[in-house]
């Protein structure tokens, strides 16, 4: 364990080395600002990096990570990333990436106590009881388990569209679409699910907040 703690201070120190031997001012460029076009919601799974998968470089996607990639009402701290990122940094994309073999969806098809994660999992299975005649009709667990990752997706972004914050940027005129991506841990493929949301008419009427 002390070795690791040890290696990753000298990869740090290895990586700022590397990055001023090919461009002197990359920090300083970098501490004046971010303008990324992208906002990544993803796994807290260490196997899913948000930048790595899209090569994306310092700078260029506000990352919000939590157990399977959740856009729950009532988060906080889901609110104010997504506010920040739309009010203030003006991000063009809401992306939604999820991963085939999450533990969270795991989780959620069984019955098990695990702790207070519990109240977090049990919104991924209001995704299954949304969607249980479909998942209950598949035979095989695994396909079962990977249909409930990408339906998992595709009902966060379209929460992400309830929010007052994403129908206010629409209702401004403001250029926002939201996606939906599940990531391959076998392949490192992604899978665009092809929920691209632009606008409020892609949601029931209820949802559709006036102004
Ligand atoms: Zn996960």
Not at 176 to 191: A, D, I, K, M, P
Request: aromatic letters at 10%; glycine letters at 6%.
């Amino acid at each position: 364990m002390v070795d690791f703690y040890k290696k990753i201070l000298d990869n740090n120190k290895r990586w700022v080395e590397t990055s001023l031997e090919s461009d002197p001012n990359y920090f300083q460029d970098l501490a004046k600002g971010q303008t990324p076009p992208l906002l990544w919601i993803g796994c807290s799974d260490s196997r899913v990096p948000a930048n790595e998968i899209i090569g994306a470089k310092p700078g260029e996607v506000f990352v919000h990570r939590n157990i399977a990639n959740m856009v729950i009402h009532s988060d906080m701290n889901m609110l104010s990333v997504l506010d920040y990122a739309v009010n203030v940094l003006k991000v063009k994309h809401v992306l939604v990436c999820g991963h085939y073999g999450c533990g969270g969806v795991k989780a959620a098809l069984g019955n098990d106590s695990i702790g207070i994660i519990d109240n977090w999992i049990r919104h991924i299975k209001d995704v299954y009881r949304l969607h249980n005649k479909y998942l209950d009709s598949i035979i095989d667990e695994n396909e079962r388990f990977n249909k409930f990752v990408e339906l998992n997706v595709k009902e966060q972004v379209f929460d992400l569209a309830k929010t007052s914050i994403v129908q206010a940027a629409w209702r401004n005129g403001q250029e926002l679409t939201l996606h939906g991506w599940v990531y391959g841990l076998n392949s490192g493929f992604v899978t665009d699910l092809d929920v691209n949301i632009s606008s409020e008419r892609d949601l029931d009427k209820v949802y559709q907040l006036k102004f």
